[in-house]
């Protein structure tokens, strides 16, 4: 089996303080991203109190995470999409969209009771490198 590699990029926000995980680890050819929140780099914040600017910061976030690993966006083969309520799916979807193209990863999207620091989603990632 290949050996595991940190992957690690001030480009995201990195685990909460003392979390015992990275941002990604990449083995082989595949690259397994922890759920990225919708934490803006520069404040330290929620990008927004809506679903969908949210989203736009977790794609910003897997995407820096992932171009650090050697993948990408359009490289993600599955995601998990947690939402505190199915409700916005729809405007979480339509961001999501934007960034998968037209050969979008497999993908479970389900809703949970909570999220750190009162994120509307979470979004973790699975990519080829």
């Known amino acids: 089996m290949a050996e595991k ?10 685990p909460f ?16 991203v922890a759920g990225q929140l919708g934490i803006s780099l520069e404040t330290g914040q929620l990008a927004g109190v809506g679903v969908q600017e949210q989203t736009e ?17 359009d490289k993600l083969v599955k995601t998990t999409v947690f939402l505190m309520d199915l409700v916005d799916f729809g405007g979480m979807n339509e961001v999501y969209a934007r960034y998968v193209g037209d050969r979008p990863p497999a993908r479970s999207t389900v ?10 989603a979470e979004i973790e990632a699975i990519a080829h490198v």
Do not use: K, W
């Open 5 to 14: 590699e940190v992957v690690r990029t001030d480009r995201a926000p990195g």
């Open 17 to 32: 303080q003392g979390a015992p995980y990275n941002q990604a680890i990449r083995v082989g050819d595949l690259v397994f």
């Open 57 to 73: 910061q977790i794609m910003a976030n897997l995407s820096a995470i992932l171009e650090a690993a050697g993948s990408g966006l």
């Open 111 to 120: 809703q949970i009771s909570g999220l750190p620091s009162g994120a509307l």
